[in-house]
């Protein structure tokens, strides 16, 4: 079936330390893998994407890694500041006959504490 | 500028009213989709239309019909409404690629809907 786990569900760290949250898929053909923010009563944004002939993906503090032999994939978030608090949502792509479906996981919450 | 536009952003109705939520892009995108966001934040897509042709339909109760009068928007209708679909509703668009393969999803600012 089309599933996307993530984990975990909240997260608090240190302002200054690292934050990593981890998603895995149920389709070995899935392709496209998007991270999206949400803030308090915003919309989901996307901060970073990869598509699977890619293994890492880096921008300023925020990079994904990907390893489709196992079929998961991780958000890397360094030097966190308070303004990184927000739920990030993590997606992978299900290819139909004739297009892509992109499923959301179900969310981490991250604290950033200052 | 507003690229994903949503009306209304708060909808307060009671149980067996039916609403409408109208849904605008801007930005020239192909695909459009609803979702529902409950109170624990699961984004769970309900619709997707791709050129005013619906081509996700997840199972979401005949209460719920979408309507695309043009690619530019996406309207969501719902008929007799329950308590259980308080929820924030977002519009979302994408430019997709080649045999609509997945890009970027656009959302809208949501429509928080409460049902008393």
């Known amino acids: 079936g089309e599933n996307v786990e993530q984990h975990p569900s909240t997260l608090s760290v240190q302002e200054g330390d690292s934050a990593v949250i981890k998603c895995t898929y149920s389709?070995?053909?899935?392709?496209?893998f998007p991270w999206y923010k949400q803030e308090l009563g915003k919309r989901p944004q996307l901060i970073i994407d990869?598509?699977?002939?890619?293994g890492e993906k880096k921008d300023q503090r925020i990079a994904v890694t990907l390893n489709k032999t196992a079929k998961h994939f991780s958000l890397h978030i360094t030097e966190t500041q308070p303004e990184d608090s927000a739920v990030y949502f993590c997606a992978a792509s299900f290819s139909k006959t004739s297009y892509d479906k992109v499923i959301f996981g179900p969310g981490t919450s991250l604290s950033v504490i200052p | 500028d507003t690229a994903v536009s949503q009306t209304p952003k708060y909808l307060v109705t009671q149980m067996g009213n039916d609403k409408s939520i109208k849904c605008e892009q801007n930005?020239?995108?192909?695909?459009m989709y609803w979702y529902k966001q409950d109170s624990k934040k699961f984004l769970k897509i309900m619709f997707s239309y791709n050129n005013k042709e619906l081509i996700i339909n997840e199972t979401v109760p005949n209460r719920f019909s979408p309507k695309s009068p043009d690619k530019a928007h996406l309207n969501l209708h719902i008929n007799s409404l329950e308590l259980g679909d308080s929820a924030v509703y977002f519009c979302?668009?994408?430019?997709?690629?080649?045999?609509?393969?997945?890009?970027?999803?656009?959302f809208g600012p949501g429509t928080r809907l409460t049902v008393t």
């Open positions: 389709d070995s053909a899935s392709n496209y």
């Open positions: 990869i598509r699977s002939n890619v």
């Open positions: 930005l020239g995108h192909d695909t």
């Open positions: 979302a668009s994408s430019q997709e690629g080649v045999l609509l393969s997945a890009y970027e999803q656009y």
